[in-house]
């Protein structure tokens, strides 16, 4: 098929907006249809590994994404009662990783994607299913309440419960639930300081992490049974999982209201699709390969997804083959990183902490071995970035023992 002209994108997330800016500077004419009555997302923050950055870069994007972000500053991995148990120096980290991980809050990204398309491309409170998935012969359509669009390509960036992805292939079994659930909380603390920190318990997990404007993005994790809830609030919850862990972690849960915390289980494909199209659809995203958030991939993830797919235009088959045995390896591995950090056996913990404390002391490159296969991958374009010098670079990140503040 001859590039198409006509793309319907599913979904206004991270995955569908950045699909949607990729495409429009391809020359096509996109409409994006958004369920919720707005873009801004729930209040949390994600992280943005180089991999996503240089992607970013194609569509102009990475430079002023990594002026409006946090950079990694050093931090590292702590037990519940505050005792290190690895070190990250946030420079060597980015030198061997091929540039920074930065974390911005979600708001930031979606607003900065969204002000790459032209005025009424996006169209909020606009639930949209997808009646035929068109062929070489016919158009692709899909159903509004305002009526019908057809489109020479559609894009399903509709999550992991997507609704294109059960109608594309309904002998997939879907997403399974991890066995953990999550809450985030994004909030000020005005003058509590801290290290950047994942702090790993038995069966659970904490991380506090600065944002630019000064705000502390929080978030954690828990062994749980899927769809339960807190008998009061989830922040007596919170207290009751975390309140006796190191600092600042009790400051952080005597500051947050009760309606700041924001809790999920976490679903994820066990199963890799057979493909990520099917006709004139396309799948992006947690649509095509929902994982848990250990590795912070998710979102990475899908926007690789989306500059790859506007790389190779209608030909969804080079699509499927080139993103299909990277993002399967990706979620397996964040699989095994959930299974290692979530681990409620005290032998398995004491191991565990062990061999990383070992590893950080005598070769704390290894530590991020694993990562830097994901981290180091290329986009297919050549990026389109400004070149513009960002506003700090690794070696100034801030140090331990301080919340860097940039108001």
């Known amino acids: 098929m001859a590039p198409s002209s006509r793309v319907v994108v599913i979904g206004g997330g991270v995955g569908g ?48 994404l990594r002026e409006l972000a946090a950079w990694q500053g050093n931090g590292g991995l702590r037990t519940p009662a505050g005792r ?56 692709a359509r899909v159903a509004t309440a305002d009526g019908g669009l057809e489109a020479d390509l559609v894009v399903a960036a509709d999550g992991i419960h997507s609704a294109v992805r059960r109608a594309l292939f309904p ?43 000064g705000r502390v993005y929080a978030y954690a994790a828990a062994v749980s049974p899927a769809g339960r809830r807190a008998p009061d609030d989830e922040r007596a919850e919170l207290v009751r999982r975390f309140g006796d862990w190191h600092d600042p972690i009790p400051a952080l849960l005597a500051a947050v209201g009760p309606e700041q915390v924001l809790r999920h289980d976490v679903h994820h494909l066990a199963e890799p699709l057979p493909a990520f199209h099917s006709g004139r659809v396309v799948l992006i995203g947690d649509a095509a390969h929902g994982m848990p958030p250990q590795l912070g991939q998710g979102g990475n993830q899908a926007i690789e997804d989306a500059i790859v797919l506007a790389h190779h235009g209608d030909d969804l088959a080079a699509y499927t083959a080139a993103r299909l045995p990277r993002t399967t390896a990706v979620a397996r591995k964040a699989i095994r990183a959930a299974g290692v950090g979530l681990t409620r056996s005290r032998s398995g913990i004491a191991v565990r902490n062990a061999a990383i404390a070992a590893l950080s002391r005598v070769a704390p490159g290894l530590l991020l071995r694993g990562f830097g296969d994901i981290a180091d991958w290329r986009p297919p374009q050549q990026p389109y970035a400004s070149g513009k010098a960002p506003v700090r670079n690794p070696q100034e990140a801030p140090r331990e023992g301080r919340l860097h503040r940039t108001r």
């Open 17 to 64: 907006l950045t699909a949607a800016a990729a495409l429009h500077r391809a020359g096509r004419q996109v409409t994006v249809l958004e369920r919720a009555g707005s873009l801004d997302p729930v209040g949390s923050g994600i992280s943005l590994a180089p991999n996503a950055l240089r992607a970013l870069d194609v569509i102009g994007l990475g430079d002023e």
């Open 84 to 139: 290190w148990v690895s070190r990250v120096d946030a420079a060597d980290a980015a030198e061997r990783l091929g540039g920074p991980i930065v974390l911005l809050h979600r708001a930031t990204l979606v607003h900065s994607l969204a002000a790459q398309l032209p005025a009424g491309t996006i169209r909020t409170a606009s639930a949209a299913s997808l009646v035929d998935p068109g062929d070489t012969a016919r158009p």
């Open 171 to 213: 002998e997939h079994p879907g997403p399974v639930y991890t066995g953990f659930t999550t809450w985030r909380v994004v909030l000020d603390l005005p003058g509590v300081e801290f290290a950047p920190h994942e702090t790993w318990g038995p069966g659970r997990f904490w991380g506090t992490q600065p944002l630019k404007d």
